[in-house]
Each structure stands twice: as structure tokens, then as C-alpha cells.
T-cell receptor
Framework: EPEVTQTPSHQVTQMGQEVILRCVPI?????FYWYRQILGQKVEFLVS????????KSEIFDDQFSVERPDGSNFTLKIRSTKLEDSAMYFC????????????FGPGTRLTVT | GDSVTQMEGPVTLSEEAFLTINCTYT??????LFWYVQYPGEGLQLLLK?????DKGSNKGFEATYRKETTSFHLEKGSVQVSDSAVYFC????????????FGSGTQLTVLP
């Protein structure tokens, strides 16, 4: 069964450093998403991406964040200058043709900013 | 605006007990409705869905019915197992101004043998 994969599973970085989180969505999906979950809190939407551009983004997704689909398979989230409060689990998701269809999530990347 | 309210946890049940986790939403339109489950140490898995009024989603013994009149999508299971211990998230997809999955606060379920 196709699945969304994410790397790395755990990333530790120092405050102020840049990090790139990687995702490989399900191959025939066209909509891609990033969410985050701060420990013990709810899952929050960050950004959606379709046709090589951002479709929607939340207030959390400020200028420190960017997304890219550098090739036909990867979908990346970059945080330019990490802050302590960026520590969270980051989930990538993808969905099929319709944006409102079910989204399939990857296992997540735990980001720890020290 | 569009929002979701989910029953607070944690919920602790004995094996074979009946489970209900309440979820209600406020929406300007008619969202698609999803339940996701997060097992300990794992990511989010789609549990079930319903896309229009009166639809019933079901999977692994869990059920939820899209109730337009009460704007609810309560999750139920007739007989829970220890392996059902997880965090459950109600997640409407609102198709209005903010087209995104909006997750409820999550309900931690612990099933005791």
C-alpha cells in the first residue's frame, strides 16, 4: 500500500540554524500539506501546496518557513532560523485530485531546537 | 468562523465497554468530516470519513454518522479493546475561506484489560 514517508525521523538543531524536513508524498497525489504538533497539543495546519505553489497557509507559516517541491517526488519544509518554539512533530500529508479528499499522513519528523 | 469542538479527555474504559467521543463543528458550508487516530509513538492514521449528511463512516468497528441537523460527527465503538488505546482526533475539512483540515484537541483513550 502506498504511503507517505518522511526523513529524518528526529532532527536536533541549535537555535538560529536552518533545517530542512523532507517528505515523499504518495506518487499520484497532487495536493501536499505540512502540519505540526507541539508536544501534548493539537495538530495545527501550516501550509498546503498544489501545482507548484502555496494554496493556503496559516498564521504560523511566517517568513521563516518555506516549502518546495524540488523534483517530482520530494516535498520539503525549510525553517530558516529555528527558534525554541519551533520544537514540535512535523507531519507531511498528501491527498488525491480533490483538495477535500482524505489526507494521508507520514510518520512525522520530531524537531528539537536547543 | 469555521471551528471544531471535541470532547475533552482523557477517557479510561475497561475492555469491551462502549465508547463515545463527541465532536461538533461550526461551518458556513458543509465540510467533509474525518476521524484520525494516533497510536503511541506513531503518526496520524485516517480512521474513517463521511462527506455528506447522513453518511456513516466505519472502520475497525468504529462508526460515526454525519449529522447535519446537530452539526456533529460523534465517534462510537460498541466494544473497545486494549489495542484501541490511542489519541483520537476529529478533523473537519472546511471548504470555505480556509480550505484545510482543522483538528480537534484530541481525546486520549486508554482501555484497561
Amino acid at each position: 500500500e502506498p504511503e507517505v514517508t518522511q526523513t529524518p525521523s528526529h532532527q536536533v538543531t541549535q537555535m538560529g540554524q536552518e533545517v530542512i524536513l523532507r517528505c515523499v508524498p504518495i506518487s499520484n497525489h497532487l495536493y501536499f500539506y505540512w502540519y505540526r504538533q507541539i508536544l501534548g497539543q493539537k495538530v495545527e495546519f501550516l501550509v498546503s501546496f498544489y501545482n507548484n505553489e502555496i494554496s493556503e497557509k496559516s498564521e504560523i507559516f511566517d517568513d521563516q518557513f518555506s516549502v518546495e517541491r524540488p523534483d517530482g517526488s520530494n516535498f520539503t519544509l525549510k525553517i530558516r532560523s529555528t527558534k525554541l518554539e519551533d520544537s514540535a512533530m512535523y507531519f507531511c500529508a498528501s491527498s488525491g485530485v480533490r483538495g477535500g479528499a482524505e489526507q494521508y499522513f507520514g510518520p512525522g519528523t520530531r524537531l528539537t531546537v536547543t | 468562523g469555521d471551528s471544531v469542538t471535541q470532547m475533552e479527555g482523557p477517557v479510561t474504559l475497561s475492555e469491551e465497554a462502549f465508547l463515545t467521543i463527541n465532536c461538533t463543528y461550526t461551518a458556513t458550508g458543509y465540510p467533509s468530516l474525518f476521524w484520525y487516530v494516533q497510536y503511541p509513538g506513531e503518526g496520524l492514521q485516517l480512521l474513517l470519513k463521511a462527506t455528506k449528511a447522513d453518511d456513516k463512516g466505519s472502520n475497525k468497528g468504529f462508526e460515526a454518522t454525519y449529522r447535519k441537523e446537530t452539526t456533529s460527527f460523534h465517534l462510537e465503538k460498541g466494544s473497545v479493546q486494549v489495542s484501541d488505546s490511542a489519541v483520537y482526533f476529529c478533523a473537519p475539512y472546511f471548504s470555505g475561506s480556509a480550505r484545510q483540515l482543522t483538528f480537534g484537541s484530541g481525546t486520549q483513550l486508554t482501555v484497561l484489560p
